[in-house]
């Protein structure tokens, strides 16, 4: 049975390195190929403009779901109904793009193209041109492809930089982001070799692609070229770093069973799916009730949901960066030195006779640069022998994170004398701790030690009477996310005592973002009491956090209050108190339950399943049935795949617990809604929930 080469980051690092160790030519054997993954944030993801073009488009009557159910088929039906003039799309994309700051992993790919280490070719879907930006900023000039008029600037022979945007970029409105205009781009021409289908060809011919941050739609341009040159060996494999690793479902058996294709992602942990299948006496499969939740923006404190199943661009580049062990980019070390032999370079000629003369004076411009280099090196003699040692370790610390050396960055600022340190020097070590902790994520010793140190810098700044707002939600943040990597650890009374620091510093707070933080505190603190199987005291938890924003109207808050109260069910559920869960998941539909959020619909129907299934155990099962009733009533016209995936759940389980009562024509029609509903489904959970039903169906039968 055919299966896939999953590897590790750290393995396929060593291989890329190694493969360019042992290569005799100019060329590289490889080519970036970058996706939409390198650009968030800023901006948005194929999901949410989904849902903001589905809004637009409501304000003109257009309703209508698309036929088809992939990803790409939803992104152009809804695109193209709320902006159907090329024009428009090209306006919403600038909107998106124009004035928003350059992401970090298109710093870092910038940062590792700087010297051609790896290659000097660079393909993206990406209509933005935050790695141009980077580029021209860290001075390095470059050439850019986007359109099919343009391929010939391409020439994958020469050691310029080069940007392939197969797509377009939003400068231009005949950018393609429809998609039968991204499969139009995909054609080869029998007219003209000036197609992105015949440039990649041609680029495939002698390079195989890292794949960062890309999906992959078998129809675009990209697929479709790797399609035709994967029907022959590879010199060198093709790696495919995977966000999530189920990203892998979507995509075609042709490239996922390559014998050359290997997929990179993060770690393999135990399943942090929160509905878990089990067989009954007879052989059926079953489903359990929800066990308790951590709200995902809990989980997403560090800057990512579900933060250790994920392995973004950023942390792809950062390894990347520290095996071949770059440099930092010059503008960074010496930014008055790089400015001013930058204006030399495009510094014309001051002699008339050999050229034009300098009209805007940039030599005088250059001589200020020079002369300000040399009063800042005089400046930096100047201070006591201690002033600069701090200086050199501050600037010791900034080095080891540009370079991506996160580890080195904490050792360096655990040395450190805070106490001479200036404000600002106080705040930018706060910054790079927060660096550290986002990206050094599952290290969770050297995570604790940056929580430390934010909360130690920013409790410094406050008593130093800093007018900054800020420094409390930072305190708070790092409380919060120092308890949950205790919790991680296992150090559980330790993070308990976290979440109550969040509480006893911030609890009377009347703004929004501290209530949210004490919030969540609430919230996983009541989840770590149940792991120590004090559910009393987690339940007590919960009824705070319900107590003290129950009456709150901001949907953050109701998140929290909703998910206290599905906790709470479960809790009560485990004390064997009965109706007392059951009236708390009532609670959460009862407050919920006419909310348009998404969010918030995901915590009804999974408030309204738990309810099923705890009144089965019960043997009361027309009510479980009639709970299950209600979910299809209330979300079976939902398009959210996670509020589908509670609907195919809950016909599924309509139909055991028929079987249970021997009614078998009428377990066999729930089981068939099932298959007509989402037999056609992309979605691996709710593939699950097809194949179970018509498993059932062949024992009922």
């Known amino acids: 049975m055919k299966s896939l080469q999953w590897i590790d980051l750290e393995i396929a690092v060593n291989h890329i390195q190694h493969a360019l160790e042992d290569i005799n030519e100019d060329v590289s054997p490889f080519f970036f190929l970058v996706g939409a993954g390198i650009s ?22 257009k309703i209508n779901p698309p036929l088809e159910k992939q990803s790409i088929d939803k992104y152009s039906h809804w695109f193209q109904q709320a902006y159907p003039q090329p024009i428009q799309r090209q306006n919403y994309l600038r909107n998106l793009i124009e004035g928003k700051a350059i992401s970090a992993a298109n710093f870092r790919l910038a940062h590792l193209m700087l010297e051609k280490t790896i290659t000097n070719i660079v393909i993206t879907t990406n209509f933005d041109d935050f790695l141009s930006q980077a580029l021209t900023l860290f001075g390095k000039q470059h050439i850019v492809c986007d359109h099919p008029n343009t391929v010939e600037r391409i020439d994958t022979e020469q050691k310029d930089i080069q940007i392939i945007h197969v797509h377009g970029t939003h400068w231009f409105y005949d950018c393609c982001n429809l998609q039968g205009e991204i499969e139009g781009r995909s054609q080869p021409s029998g007219h003209t070799t000036l197609t992105m289908a015949a440039l ?42 995977c966000y999530r690793r189920d990203d892998v479902d979507t995509l075609p058996d042709w490239l996922k069973y390559h014998p050359q294709v290997y997929f990179v992602g993060p770690p393999v942990k135990e399943s942090s799916r929160q509905n878990v299948d089990e067989l009954n006496e007879n052989g059926k499969i079953a489903k359990k009730p929800m066990k308790e939740a951590i709200p ?14 994920t392995l973004p661009a950023q942390k792809v580049f950062d390894m990347l960066i520290q095996k071949f062990d770059l440099e930092a980019p010059e503008l960074t070390t010496d930014p008055l030195g790089f400015y001013a032999k930058y204006l030399c370079r495009t510094l014309m000629h001051d002699n008339p006779e050999k050229g034009e003369s300098d009209i805007y004076f940039i030599r005088s411009v250059i001589d200020r640069i020079e002369q300000a280099k040399e009063e800042e090196k005089v400046k930096l003699e100047k201070p006591k022998k201690k002033e600069k040692m701090i200086n050199h370790k501050v600037e010791e610390l900034r080095y080891a994170i540009r370079r991506s050396q996160y580890r080195e960055a904490i050792r360096l600022a655990t040395v450190i004398d805070k106490s001479e340190l200036s404000s600002q020097q106080l705040r930018e070590l706060m910054n790079a701790m927060w660096s550290a902790a986002t990206e050094l994520n599952d290290n969770y ?29 930072w305190i708070a943040i790092a409380l919060v996310n120092k308890g949950f990597t205790l919790g991680k650890l296992n150090r559980n009374e330790d993070a308990i005592s976290a979440f109550d620091e969040v509480v006893r510093r911030f609890g009377d707070s009347t703004e929004t973002a501290m209530q949210e933080k004490v919030a969540i505190a609430l919230v996983i603190k009541g989840f770590t009491l ?34 206290a109260l599905f906790n709470k069910g479960v809790k009560l559920g485990e004390l064997n108190l009965n109706e007392d869960t059951i009236s ?41 049935i009639s709970a299950y009733d209600e979910i299809v009533k209330r979300f079976g016209d939902s398009t959210e795949t996670t509020i589908q995936e509670k609907v195919a759940t809950a ?11 021997n009614r078998n024509e009428d377990a066999i029609s729930a089981y068939d809604e099932v298959v007509r509903r989402f037999g056609d489904s992309t979605e691996t959970a709710i593939q699950e929930q097809v194949a179970k039903a018509l498993s059932n169906i062949k024992t009922v039968v």
């Open 445 to 473: 010793v050297e995570v604790l030690s940056s929580y430390d140190l934010i909360i130690k810098i920013a409790d410094t700044l406050l008593k130093k009477k800093i007018d900054d707002s800020t420094l409390l939600e």
């Open 40 to 61: 968030h944030p800023p901006i948005p993801l194929a999901l949410d403009i989904i849902e903001h073009c589905k809004v637009t488009a409501g304000k003109y009557g």
């Open 296 to 309: 995902e923006d809990v989980k997403g404190f560090l800057g990512k949901k579900d933060n250790e199943s």
């Open 651 to 661: 016909l599924f389980n309509k139909g055991f617990t028929l079987e249970v009562l």
């Open 584 to 624: 708390a998941f009532d609670e959460v539909v009862k407050r919920f339950g006419d909310s348009t959020e998404t969010t918030m619909q995901e915590k009804v129907a999974t408030a309204l399943f738990n309810k099923g299934v705890k009144l089965g155990e019960l043997n009361l099962n027309e009510d479980a």
């Open 200 to 241: 990649l060809d041609r680029i495939l011919s002698r390079h195989s692609p890292l794949v960062i941050g890309y999906s992959g739609w078998e129809n675009d341009v990209i697929m479709t070229a790797l399609k035709r040159r994967l029907q022959n060996p590879l010199p060198y494999n093709l790696y495919w770093f």
């Open 530 to 563: 149940g792991k120590l199987n004090l559910n009393e005291d987690a339940i007590s938890a919960f009824d705070e956090v319900v107590k003290r924003f129950g009456d709150s109207t901001e949907t953050t808050m109701q998140e929290k209050v909703a998910t």
